[in-house]
């Protein structure tokens, strides 16, 4: 009896490992595959890109992205929704002719009830896309061979190395095979040995005349399952657990606009000015220094230089965005202070700029510039991030109360050489005990120091 009794826990045993070895196989597989997929993707994209080459549409893609960073990126992006709707790939969303009579004149279209023109059309709020009666067949042929490009993946790797990563890759996936192989063989040979043996042992146990028990009805593993209070509990609790997290999760990221990077009327890159051109951040957030808020510069204060730079170096131009383009920007610039640059004078007529905001905290919290810039001498890049780099600006740090209150939990207050805190910091550190104060310890955590 015994022996038998044994039985199921050897057979038990093997089914572990058997287990054990395919979960092994998954991992080794999950862990291979990325790679794999990798060169894959690499091959895709290397045939798609030399189709792009071959220009499947007819078009010229270069020259159609200069034409689409001039006429139509104020209002469309190729991937994500701006005023109007992301472009890549409409060319397959939609028919050609339509395309190219809607680009031409999309009011006309709309008038003409031109279903799918309608939809769209009110799908974004009604507002007109502008005609484009300038641009020749050609020209429509190229900005659409350029949104037909397909999505570049950011590629790490050097050619060389992209090389070398696809052998590698390569190697990896057969000697994986290999293993997988014998794995798989291995396995086989487990499961054919289980079942020999059991048959041997049955045979023996019938053999010696032991009595075999009949295998009962097994209960339906759910059935046991709720009939196991301790394991319904603890499930139940840890789907709990999981659920809470997730809700937490998303309470804390409502009103935390962290990379907000809306879209300005003029197209501003602070990589160009602060960051080639090295103009101090203070030169046009002159307030920063003295005042609660930093501000945003006059228009005045562009026309200081912008009267006399009416247009780009070449060597300004990215592949990008293009010196017409910024050319473009200038001018828009021109229009708002109302500047004829052919006349160098102004007409009068002036529209203002409605940037959009980026940083906003709440109307109960308190920031103070001058505070953290002039008294704590907080570099701007410490909580702006890399202004200098940024073409277009972001918000870099999240601005919640965690993030303010990290900080000052972090940061020792700049004493020296400031007479005022020369006696606080005295009679503070003799308090706490410390030779340094940190912004906490000098009352930065009160809430009332943020909080109206
Ligand atoms: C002033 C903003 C603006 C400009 C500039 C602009 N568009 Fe549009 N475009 C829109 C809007 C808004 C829509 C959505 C439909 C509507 O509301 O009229 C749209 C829709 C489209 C559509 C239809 C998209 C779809 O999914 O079917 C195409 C194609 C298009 N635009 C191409 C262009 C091209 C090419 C240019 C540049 C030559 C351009 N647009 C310039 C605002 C603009
Ligand atoms: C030539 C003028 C100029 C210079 C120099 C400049 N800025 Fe700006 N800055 C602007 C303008 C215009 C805007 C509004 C448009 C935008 O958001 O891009 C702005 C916006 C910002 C904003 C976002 C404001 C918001 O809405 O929340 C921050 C932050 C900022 N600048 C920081 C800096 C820092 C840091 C530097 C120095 C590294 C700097 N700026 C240099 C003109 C300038
Ligand atoms: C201290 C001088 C200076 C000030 C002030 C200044 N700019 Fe510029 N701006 C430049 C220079 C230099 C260039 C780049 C010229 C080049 O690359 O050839 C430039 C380029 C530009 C461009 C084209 C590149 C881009 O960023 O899109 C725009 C648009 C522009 N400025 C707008 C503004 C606006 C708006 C303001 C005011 C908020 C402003 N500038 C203030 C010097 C200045
Ligand atoms: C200690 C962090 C910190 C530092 C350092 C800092 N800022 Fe800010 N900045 C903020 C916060 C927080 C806001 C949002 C303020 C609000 O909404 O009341 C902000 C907002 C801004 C704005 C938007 C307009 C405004 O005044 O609210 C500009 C522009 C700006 N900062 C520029 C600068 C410049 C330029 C410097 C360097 C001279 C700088 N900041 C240094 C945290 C900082
Ligand atoms: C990069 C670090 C840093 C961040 C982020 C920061 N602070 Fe500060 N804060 C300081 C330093 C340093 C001082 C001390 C300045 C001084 O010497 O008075 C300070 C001082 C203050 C004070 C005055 C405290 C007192 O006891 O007088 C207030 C109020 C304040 N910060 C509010 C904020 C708020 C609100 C935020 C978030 C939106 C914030 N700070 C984010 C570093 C920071
Ligand atoms: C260093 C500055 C600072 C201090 C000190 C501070 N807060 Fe805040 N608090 C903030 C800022 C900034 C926000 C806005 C955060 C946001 O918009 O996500 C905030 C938001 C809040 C909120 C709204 C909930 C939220 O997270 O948006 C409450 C409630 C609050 N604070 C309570 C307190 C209390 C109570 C204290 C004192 C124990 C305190 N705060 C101390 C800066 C501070």
């Known amino acids: 009896m015994k022996k038998v009794k044994y039985r199921p826990s050897v057979a038990r045993m093997l089914f572990l490992s058997v287990s054990f070895f395919l ?39 270069a020259a159609g992205k200069e034409l689409f960073n001039t006429l139509c990126a104020a209002c469309h992006k190729l991937d994500g929704n701006s005023i109007g709707p992301p472009l890549r790939g409409v060319n397959e969303r939609r028919d050609v002719d339509w395309l190219h009579s809607w680009i031409r004149n999309s009011s006309e279209l709309i008038a003409a009830g031109d279903e799918e023109a309608v939809a769209i059309y009110n799908e974004y709020n009604q507002v007109a896309m502008p005609p484009f009666p300038q641009l020749s067949d050609a020209d429509i042929d190229n900005i659409l ?3 037909g490009q397909p999505k570049a993946v950011p590629q790490e790797k050097q050619p060389g190395d992209a090389a070398a990563g696809t052998q590698g890759g390569g190697q990896g996936g057969i000697s994986t095979d290999i293993l997988l192989g014998i794995l798989a063989f291995v396995l086989l040979m487990l499961l054919v040995i289980l079942f020999l043996v059991n048959r041997t042992l049955r045979r023996f146990a019938t053999a010696s005349g032991v009595e075999l028990p009949v295998r009962e009805k097994r209960k339906p593993i759910w059935k046991s399952f709720v009939e196991n209070q301790f394991l319904v509990i603890t499930t139940a609790i840890v789907l709990m657990l999981v659920g809470a997290y997730f809700v937490y999760g998303y309470f804390m990221q ?97 529209e203002p700029v409605k940037w959009v905001r980026i940083h906003n905290l709440p109307d109960f919290a308190y920031f103070n510039h001058s505070q953290h810039v002039e008294v704590g001498g907080i570099a701007c890049q410490t909580c702006h991030g890399p202004v200098e780099e940024m073409e277009i600006m972001y918000q870099n740090a999240p601005l919640t109360m965690g ?27 003799k308090k706490y005990g410390v030779e340094e104060l940190t912004v906490a310890q000098m009352g930065g955590l009160e809430c009332a120091k943020c909080h109206y």
């Open 254 to 350: 409502v009103g935390v606009d962290q990379g907000y990077q809306p879209i300005q009327p003029i197209h501003f890159s602070h990589k160009i000015h602060a960051g080639d051109n090295q103009i101090d951040c203070k030169f046009c957030h002159s307030s920063a220094r003295v005042s609660k808020t930093s501000g945003i510069p006059s228009l005045n204060v562009c026309m200081n230089c912008h009267k006399s730079i009416g247009e780009v170096a070449e060597g300004t131009a990215t592949d990008e965005y293009s010196k017409e383009f910024y050319d473009g920007e200038i001018a828009k610039l021109y229009n708002a202070v109302g500047w004829d640059p052919e006349t160098q004078s102004y007409t009068g007529e002036t």
């Open 23 to 61: 979960s092994f196989n998954a991992l080794v597989l999950a862990q291979d595959n990325p790679e794999d997929q990798a060169v894959v993707q690499e091959t895709v994209q290397g045939a798609q890109e030399s189709n792009v080459e071959a220009e499947p549409s007819g078009g010229d893609a």
């Open 403 to 429: 993030w303010c209150i990290t900080c000052h939990r972090e940061t020792n207050v700049r004493t020296a050489g400031n007479e005022y805190y020369e006696k606080v910091h005295e009679e503070l550190s």
């Open 145 to 147: 061979a350029y949104t």
